[in-house]
């Protein structure tokens, strides 16, 4: 596949060169999907555990980091796909300043690594790394997924993506996978959110006092 970014009437879209018949995929970032105080991801993550700031490491299209700073959370995004931080800086343009949510440019490892032992560290680390395969999604959400793996690439480094995770955030690393898939490296998560298909598994971070 091979996909390149063109203009359309809704703003920057990316699209498939083999597959011109389909329509653009333009990053909005003016509707975020509600969640609730129960919903696995906003439990995963803490809301109501005295979580508040949370490091995305993969922002993608942006529906998780928006939805979570919709509910209360103070959200940072990075991105690496420069086909992906252009469709970000264009729907960043036109939507304007989003409360609560950053989007920063960079590797998700590098990053972190700036990150960790400072003031800045966040409290909770999210990683939702490309799944190992399509699964059985919508059609839709299969295009879409597509479009994403051809822009980013494979999740090859999600080992050294958990370790850094791990070493930066002050209390929890959540993990979102497919619900059959094996956890990452073989780690063992403190608890699991099952859903229909997929899962979030949580690994608590503990800190040497002193």
């Not at 809704?10 to 975020?32: K, W």
């Not at 729907?91 to 972190?112: H, K, S, T």
């Amino acid at each position: 596949m091979s996909v390149r970014l063109v203009d359309t009437e809704d703003g920057l879209g990316l699209v498939d060169d083999e597959a011109p018949e389909l329509s653009p995929l333009v990053l909005d970032l003016t509707s975020p999907r509600k969640l609730g105080k129960a919903d696995d991801l906003v439990r995963a993550l803490g809301r109501d555990k005295g979580i508040v700031s949370v490091f995305d490491c993969t922002a993608g299209l942006g529906r998780d980091a928006l939805a979570l700073s919709a509910v209360g959370f103070h959200v940072v995004t990075c991105e690496r796909s420069p086909l992906l931080q252009q469709l970000w800086a264009d729907a960043l343009e036109r939507a304007g300043p989003l409360p609560r949510l950053r989007f920063i440019e960079g590797d998700a490892v590098d990053l972190l690594e700036q990150l960790r032992g400072t003031d800045d560290a966040p409290d909770a680390v999210y990683l939702d790394p490309m799944y190992p395969h399509e699964g059985p999604r919508k059609a839709l959400q299969q295009r879409e997924m597509r479009l994403l793996r051809a822009a980013v690439g494979g999740g090859d480094d999600v080992e050294a993506l958990l370790a850094a995770a791990m070493a930066t955030a002050k209390k929890r690393v959540v993990v979102k996978r497919p619900k059959k898939a094996p956890t990452i490296a073989g780690a063992v998560p403190t608890h699991t959110w099952m859903g229909v298909s997929t899962r979030f598994d949580l690994f608590s971070v503990v800190r040497p006092s002193g």
